[in-house]
């Protein structure tokens, strides 16, 4: 995009350029959600988590880990938006600034803007509004347990004893896909704080905006969590012709 006339503004994850290596025949600007600054010239030591690992995220993280959770990526109710979680509000926040700046600017190259969030990526957590906003009662049945399927890929037998999630009850998996839901809908919520800061400057309608994801996640069907055998990473793009 950048060989092609683009403003290239790059913001979140790194899975692309080897963390020895600066991005800057990439993009214009970098922003790792960590920090505040452009790093795009700065050659890293890697993938730093540490802005999502505060004390509540800590104790959250350690309980996970214990007992029949330990397969099971489910952390829970987050008590704000500080910790795990945090980068991608940073991440979102960044986007909002620069089309801030962009929409100011009289001229100018077209822009397009990469932006990797994690969530709905487990661990399951999520802060208030969106963890009490899902109703558990009215989630749709699981699909049953591939225990007592037979012909299933050989993986998902092996996955499903790994795990040890057999003895979870109806209302554990329910909780777990609840809080699946709440970081969905937190997504959502900041996919349109984009779409409205688009149309507040002016450059939504000339704006491409794509939204994908990597991979899917079970969730408890098959009693089996997380992506497993399946290759969300959340990312969303905008072209600017």
């Given amino acids: ?118 969530f709905p990526h487990p661990p399951y957590a999520c802060e208030d509004p969106w963890y009490s906003s899902i109703d558990r009662s009215k989630l749709p049945e699981r699909r049953p347990n591939v225990k007592d399927i037979p012909n299933k890929a050989s993986m998902l037998y092996g996955i499903n004893e790994k795990q040890k999630l057999n003895e979870w009850t109806e209302e554990r998996f329910d909780e777990l896909r609840g809080t699946y839901l709440a970081m969905v809908s937190r997504f959502d919520y900041q996919l349109g704080l984009i779409k409205e800061k688009l149309k507040e400057t002016g450059l939504y309608d000339e704006t491409n905006l794509l939204v994908f994801s990597d991979h899917g996640d079970y969730t408890g069907d098959y009693t089996i969590t997380e992506k497993a055998q399946i290759v969300l990473r959340i990312q969303f793009r905008m072209f600017h012709c």
């Fill in 1 to 118: 995009m950048k060989e092609n006339g683009y403003e290239v503004i790059w913001i979140g994850r790194n899975d692309f350029v080897p963390a020895d290596k600066p991005k800057t025949e990439h993009c214009d600007e970098y922003y790792d959600g960590e920090t505040d600054e452009n790093t795009r010239d700065v050659i890293s030591d890697g993938m730093s988590l540490s802005i999502d690992m505060n004390e509540d995220t800590k104790r959250l993280y350690k309980k996970m880990l214990s007992g029949d959770t330990h397969y099971s990526f489910y952390m829970g109710k987050l008590p704000d938006r500080e910790g795990y979680g945090k980068a991608d509000w940073n991440c979102v926040e960044k986007a909002l600034e620069y089309i801030d700046r962009k929409g100011k600017e009289k001229e100018g190259k077209p822009f397009f803007v990469y932006c990797t969030l994690m």
